[in-house]
């Protein structure tokens, strides 16, 4: 079975732009959960999804924001980017929400913010 | 609210020694808690899980960790290092309740093994 994948797996925006990650999970998996992963911060929260709905959300501004696909794809979008926004930015599925459920990670998109 | 604390930032250990790396968590609701590792330039695996069943919990490549409630403790360990087990590990908090399924951090230790 494949693992999760994302795209693309590294980006160079300018300060201002927006953009766009794709996560592709596991297939059967349900629930999509995001994650900003910085060496000052360490690995944040941003959001999770069931069914195309937003079930929780970190502590993050309104610039970041996502989606989730009738087939379980999930997209994040950050607006007007900051040089703050350069992170390693994860994506991890499990087959459904809630607690006791393992997540499994894809290998990131690696953001870099000029 | 759910936080975790990882005791030691970095740990150093000769190949064939013990491994402990230790992690504190804080929960409201009885957490389901995880080891992850993260490889140099790899995505994050996971070690082991505890969702309240048995609370010595065996993972893969031969790490362990125990779960302690009254100490608030999900201690890793392994018997023998190996080269290879050189990378950051994370203990994580799962908390449920209106967290749902929203995994907490601990800020990581990195994990030497000297031959």
């Known amino acids: 079975k494949a693992g999760v994948t994302q795209t693309p797996r590294y980006l160079i925006k300018t300060r201002g732009q927006q953009v766009t990650l794709s996560c592709s999970p596991i297939?059967?998996?349900?629930?999509v959960s995001w994650y900003q992963q910085t060496p000052g911060q360490g690995l944040q929260f941003l959001f999770e999804?069931?069914?195309?709905?937003?079930?929780n959300k970190g502590n993050f501004p309104g610039r970041f924001s996502g989606r989730q696909f009738s087939n379980s794809r999930s997209e994040m979008n950050v607006s007007t980017l900051e040089l703050g926004d350069s992170a390693l930015y994860l994506c991890?599925?499990?087959?459904?929400?809630?607690?006791?459920?393992?997540?499994?990670f894809g290998p990131g998109t690696r953001l870099t913010v000029l | 609210a759910q936080s975790v604390t990882q005791l030691d930032s970095h740990v150093s250990v000769s190949e064939g020694t013990p491994v402990l790396l230790r992690c504190n968590y804080s929960?409201?609701?009885?957490?389901?808690l995880f080891w992850y590792v993260q490889h140099p330039n790899k995505g994050l695996q996971l070690l082991l899980k505890?969702?309240?069943?048995?609370?010595l919990v065996k993972g893969i490549n031969g790490f362990e960790a125990e779960f302690k409630k009254s100490e608030t403790s999900f201690h890793l360990t392994k018997p023998s290092a190996h080269m290879s087990d050189a990378a950051e590990y994370f203990c994580?908090?799962?908390?449920?309740?209106?967290?749902?399924?929203?995994?907490?951090f601990g800020q990581g230790t990195i994990l030497t093994v000297h031959p």
């Open positions: 991890a599925s499990s087959f459904t929400a809630g607690t006791g459920n393992e997540q499994f």
């Open positions: 297939s059967g998996h349900r629930s």
């Open positions: 929960s409201s609701y009885s957490p389901s």
């Open positions: 505890y969702t309240s069943a048995a609370t």
């Open positions: 999804y069931f069914s195309e709905t937003q079930r």
């Open positions: 994580v908090v799962q908390a449920g309740g209106t967290s749902y399924g929203k995994l907490t």
